[in-house]
């Protein structure tokens, strides 16, 4: 089986944007990363963020709030944020605490600085098949992946265990633009067994540690792995049991190492753009 490794795909999309910014004349563009509260998730995806845009040559600050702070007050802050003309992207940490209506904070985000295609404007150019927009990050990682792998997709049998509005729903969306057959699994879906093994390209976006096992994956399947999790034992692992599909896949990507490198690449490429734009 061959590793489908991140940091291979990500150092791709690094060429594709220093090509781009070689001919950029504009200031370096920066990428807003806003933040309430002190969640150890947040604040280990927001150091990664930063060190990425950085080694891409591009600019990112972080914007946070205490955890407690009212909605009125943090729309205020938000607003600020949103019009200021330094800043090119927005990447806003969900999901907010419960007393900050999300909702109108996605509704009130520039679609043109919504880096990960939370806006409604850009949930519906996802849907539409119509590019010019944002899509989720993670969502369009899986597909980078497969690609900068040679990994056709047009025509191909493409179950997605997960239907989140960051992962499983828009992922199918990019699918069906790349000409796939898509399936999509969740809780109440019969023989989640039956029908991953019918897949050609398998995507775990589940969040459940471990879930899929050799009896998931159809000889020679492709497996992208999104689920990230610390095991019992304090490592990282995915939704897969990457040591028990090494003989039935023919590629898959590992946890640690997999799409998560590629999903801030992909933050990286999307904030150019939005500069661009
Ligand atoms: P989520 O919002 O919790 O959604 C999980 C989805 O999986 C739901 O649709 C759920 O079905 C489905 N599901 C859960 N257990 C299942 C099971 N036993 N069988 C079939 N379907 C099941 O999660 P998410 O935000 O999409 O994230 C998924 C995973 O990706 C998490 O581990 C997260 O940490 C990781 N993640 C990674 C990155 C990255 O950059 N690598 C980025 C974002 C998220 P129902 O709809 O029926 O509940």
Same mark, same amino acid.
């Given at each position: *089986? #061959? ?9 791709k999309?690094? %060429?594709?944007?220093?090509?781009e ?5 504009g +200031?370096v563009?920066?990428?807003?990363i806003?933040?309430v ?5 947040d ?9 990425? *845009? !950085? ?7 972080s ?8 909605? %009125?007050?943090?729309?205020? !802050?938000?607003q600020?944020?949103n @019009?200021s003309?330094?800043?090119? =992207?927005?990447?806003?940490?969900? +999901? ?8 109108e ?5 520039? +679609?043109?600085?919504?880096l990960? $295609?939370?806006? +409604?404007v ?6 539409? $098949? ?5 899509a989720p990050?993670?969502? %369009? ?10 990994? /056709?997709i047009?025509?191909k049998r493409?179950?997605?265990? $997960? ?5 499983g ?8 633009k790349?000409n796939?057959t898509?399936?999509?699994? &969740?809780t ?5 067994e039956?029908?991953?093994? %019918? ?7 589940? $969040? ?9 994956v159809?000889?020679?399947a492709?497996?992208?792995d999104?689920g #990230? &999790? ?7 692992c =995915?939704?897969?049991?990457? =040591?028990?599909?090494? !003989? ?5 990507t590992?946890? /640690? =190492? ?18 661009k @734009?």
């Amino acid at each position: *089986m #061959i590793t489908l490794k991140g940091a291979e795909v990500s150092a791709k999309i690094k %060429e594709q944007v220093q090509a781009e910014l070689e001919g950029w004349r504009g +200031p370096v563009p920066k990428l807003a990363i806003i933040r309430v509260g002190e969640k150890a998730d947040d604040i280990s995806y927001e150091r990664g963020a930063i060190k990425k *845009m !950085e080694s891409f040559g591009l600019q990112a600050c972080s914007y946070v709030y205490p955890e407690n702070i009212s909605h %009125e007050e943090f729309k205020k !802050e938000f607003q600020k944020i949103n @019009q200021s003309l330094d800043v090119a =992207g927005i990447l806003l940490l969900c +999901p907010l605490p419960r007393q900050v209506r999300e909702k109108e904070i996605k509704e009130m985000i520039d +679609p043109a600085k919504d880096l990960d $295609g939370i806006s +409604p404007v850009n949930i519906a150019k996802v849907f539409a $098949g119509d590019d010019s927009g944002f899509a989720p990050c993670t969502a %369009e990682a899986v597909v980078e992946i497969l690609k900068n792998n040679n990994v /056709p997709i047009e025509g191909k049998r493409v179950a997605i265990v $997960g239907r989140s509005m960051l992962v499983g729903k828009p992922l199918s969306m990019l699918m069906l633009k790349e000409n796939a057959t898509v399936t999509v699994c &969740h809780t109440r879906t019969r023989n989640l067994e039956e029908v991953c093994q %019918e897949a050609e390209i398998l995507v775990a976006a589940a $969040g459940r540690a471990k879930l899929l096992d050799q009896r998931f994956v159809a000889p020679g399947a492709v497996v992208v792995d999104v689920g #990230i &999790h610390v095991g019992s034992d304090g490592k990282l692992c =995915g939704d897969v049991d990457f =040591g028990q599909i090494q !003989e039935k896949a023919s590629m898959a990507t590992p946890v /640690p =190492g997999g799409v998560g490198a590629v999903t801030t690449a992909v933050l990286a490429k999307h904030l150019l753009k939005a500069a661009k @734009q």
